[in-house]
């Protein structure tokens, strides 16, 4: 069932994405593949690193930062250090790094090396969720055709960089995504998130220097080396440079992902790229960043999709996964399924996340059977409150900044909905 | 009122009744020779640990791979991973804990992971799960469980099956793909997503 497939003025991710056999690296090459290694190898490294930074790439896996100031951040010197992948994609809505590693392998490996680079890291990591047992093979067999081309792995191109690629494969747990969480997990430990600082750029992996990246972020790299990072930046919008694919999930009509140029307004990605909510429906709310950025509704649908812009409409542009709910479905039950989700995935450490999240749960559930009173609403606002910032890494803050804000927008939905259970108790 | 889950003596806390004993020492670091471990297993684990600078970074690819060989991490699959890996039981136990993938009792050997996060659950995975459930019945071959989400919304509702996604699914499919396992067939085969383009490589040849 081929899905037609609108795509962005200028596709840079999604260019190749539908060419058979794009995940050997014959084909890949045909397409211009390991040309920018090339030529970022025979850069030096801090050349490597302006580039990126001039392109004014900003992280794809959540926060956005910079990813080239993000690289420059590691200590040079005679020390191991590390690259990091970070293929735990596990935010809810989120399928964008499952399709690039699946179908196009070869350009993370060419980010990698090129990161790894400009890190001067001899060691990279790929973690990739353990769900992911189809793209992990697909990635197996890319790393073994790159290793053997002499891609990766000692002398890369007979020059003097030397790195090695190990994947990764975790075993099911959404905290491995953290990336303090992630290097403990790699580490062999329970997956805990760390206290920072320091930061894993000083500290991370083994007590080395970790530069830590998202999928997205270093599939991207290879094309900024190839275009240059000035032109890469003319893409998008000041701030939020580059184009972007777009995860977008739930009531519309096509749910897949889109590359869009950022800075395209959000009405154009979930309309007309995804069709829209089923006829009939109006968009009630959505979450633009996956499950942990706060909700938006309809009123918002204009706000042009790029990391500012979010920013100021109060919410953020996380994963870039936006999840669209049609007024067919109570906001409750919203609030509900992610509240259960962010409980079972609490890892337990901080006591704000570990209790609020429990009591989040609770406090829905009273409301859904009629026994809440109008005071509960504001205790569980309070409950949100104080998780924000006072963990040590932003699980907790991922539920309470969408329920927090699921409260503010539709409490008198939540109002109506527990009187009329308390009314349908009392008969 | 909404009742609360109450264990022995009305504590709320499961287990707290089943603490440990105090009085026996902690296992060690099992013996080498008194530990038998499947050759292909300890070749499997040996490998993985000559991957990483630290050899306890194999702790979750080595528990992955007991868990093929035993079908869940078994006391005795723990102690094998202990014994090559020179690590304790417990701690082996505490990571095998904290993971969802990994089975801490025996289950049925096909795995039917449903995804009903807040995508999926939107275009119906909760009917679908109780549909799945209702086609199984009680078939202990078949190890049905709730997921989070597993990274493939624009399939949903979708179901990971063996590893292998599937989707998007109707409620009418939760018998067929019951009946495709319960048959040693591959289930649902036009709904794998490798079907999608270029998804798979070989699925072009």
């Known amino acids: 069932m081929p899905r037609a497939r609108p795509r962005a003025a200028t596709p840079i991710l999604l260019r190749d994405i539908d060419e058979p056999g794009l995940a050997t690296l014959e084909v890949y090459e045909r397409r211009g593949?390991?040309?920018?290694?090339?030529?970022a190898l025979a850069m030096d490294q801090a050349a490597v690193v302006a580039e990126l930074d001039a392109s004014g790439l900003r992280g794809r896996g959540g926060a956005g930062f910079p990813a080239g100031r993000k690289a420059a951040f590691l200590p040079q010197g005679d020390m191991d250090r590390y690259l990091v992948c970070n293929a735990d994609e596990s935010e809810p809505g989120t399928f964008k790094d499952r399709e690039l590693m699946a179908k196009n392998p070869h350009m993370l490996i060419e980010g990698i090396v090129i990161a790894a680079h400009a890190a001067g890291a001899s060691r990279a990591f790929i973690y990739i969720r353990g769900e992911y047992e189809q793209q992990a093979r697909v990635l197996d067999a890319a790393l073994a055709e790159a290793a053997a081309a002499g891609y990766i792995g000692e002398r890369i191109l007979g020059g003097s960089f030397s790195c090695s690629v190990v994947l990764h494969r975790g075993a099911g747990a959404y905290i491995c995504g953290e990336e303090t969480g992630l290097l403990d997990s790699l580490e062999g430990k329970r997956?805990?998130?760390?206290?920072?600082?320091p930061f894993p750029a000083v500290q991370g992996l083994y007590q080395g220097p970790t530069l830590i990246n998202n999928v997205e972020t270093l599939s991207t790299m290879p094309h900024i080396i190839a275009m240059g990072g000035a032109e890469y930046a003319k893409l998008g919008v000041s701030g939020s440079t580059g184009t972007k694919v777009v995860s977008v999930s739930g009531h519309v009509q096509r749910p897949g992902n889109y590359e869009i140029e950022l800075g395209t307004p959000s009405r154009e990605i979930i309309f007309d790229l995804a069709g829209g909510p089923p006829e009939g429906r109006q968009v009630k709310?959505?979450?633009p960043g996956g499950s942990s950025s706060p909700v938006l509704t309809a009123a918002d649908l204009d706000v042009p999709y790029d990391f500012d812009?979010?920013?100021?409409?109060?919410?953020?542009?996380g994963s870039g996964a936006i999840i669209v709910v049609d007024d067919s479905t109570p906001v409750l039950d919203v609030a509900l399924k992610l509240a259960k989700f962010y409980r079972h995935e609490s890892c337990g450490k901080c006591t704000p996340c570990r209790e609020g999240t429990n009591w989040t749960v609770r406090m829905l559930e009273r409301i859904?059977?009629?026994?809440?009173?109008?005071?509960?609403?504001?205790?569980?606002?309070?409950?949100?409150?104080?998780?924000?910032?006072?963990?040590?890494?932003?699980?907790?803050?991922?539920?309470?900044?969408?329920?927090?804000?699921m409260i503010a927008k539709f409490r008198d939905e939540f109002e109506a909905h527990m009187h009329s259970r308390q009314l349908a108790g009392a008969l | 009122?909404?009742?609360?889950?109450?264990?022995?003596?009305?504590?709320?806390?499961?287990?707290?009744?089943q603490a440990a004993d105090l009085d026996k020492d902690p296992a060690g670091?099992?013996?080498?020779?008194?530990?038998?471990?499947?050759?292909?297993?300890?070749?499997?684990?040996?490998?993985?640990?000559?991957?990483?600078?630290?050899?306890?970074?194999?702790?979750?690819?080595?528990?992955?791979?007991?868990?093929?060989?035993?079908?869940?991490?078994?006391?005795?699959?723990?102690?094998?991973v202990a014994c090559v890996m020179r690590l304790t039981p417990a701690y082996l136990s505490s990571v095998a804990t904290f993971y969802d993938m990994f089975e801490l009792e025996p289950v049925g050997p096909h795995s039917v992971y449903v995804c009903t996060n807040i995508s999926?659950?939107?275009?119906?995975?909760?009917?679908?799960?109780?549909?799945?459930?209702?086609?199984?019945?009680?078939?202990?071959?078949?190890?049905?469980?709730?997921?989070?989400?597993?990274?493939?919304?624009?399939?949903?509702?979708?179901?990971?099956v063996d590893q292998v996604y599937y989707g998007p699914l109707e409620l009418a499919d939760a018998q067929r793909l019951v009946d495709d396992l319960q048959a040693g067939r591959e289930p649902i085969p036009d709904l794998a997503l490798s079907r999608l383009r270029c998804a798979d490589p070989k699925a072009n040849a």
């Not at chain 2, 009917?127 to 919304?153: K, S, V």
């Open chain 1, 33 to 39: 593949g390991y040309q920018a290694m090339r030529k």
């Open chain 1, 191 to 197: 997956g805990n998130p760390r206290l920072k600082p």
């Open chain 1, 285 to 287: 709310l959505w979450f």
């Open chain 1, 309 to 317: 812009s979010l920013a100021k409409a109060g919410t953020m542009l």
């Open chain 1, 368 to 405: 859904d059977a009629g026994e809440a009173t109008p005071m509960d609403l504001d205790i569980m606002a309070s409950v949100q409150e104080h998780i924000i910032g006072n963990c040590l890494c932003v699980l907790g803050d991922a539920m309470a900044m969408p329920i927090g804000s």
């Open chain 2, 1 to 17: 009122m909404t009742r609360v889950t109450r264990f022995a003596h009305g504590s709320r806390v499961p287990g707290w009744d």
């Open chain 2, 29 to 80: 670091v099992p013996d080498p020779a008194l530990v038998e471990v499947p050759a292909k297993l300890r070749a499997e684990i040996e490998a993985a640990m000559a991957l990483y600078p630290d050899r306890r970074s194999a702790a979750l690819p080595a528990l992955a791979a007991a868990q093929r060989v035993h079908g869940w991490c078994s006391p005795e699959a723990i102690e094998q």
């Open chain 2, 120 to 160: 999926c659950s939107l275009r119906g995975a909760d009917a679908l799960y109780d549909a799945i459930e209702q086609a199984a019945g009680d078939d202990p071959q078949i190890n049905l469980r709730h997921f989070e989400c597993l990274g493939a919304c624009d399939i949903a509702p979708m179901v990971s």
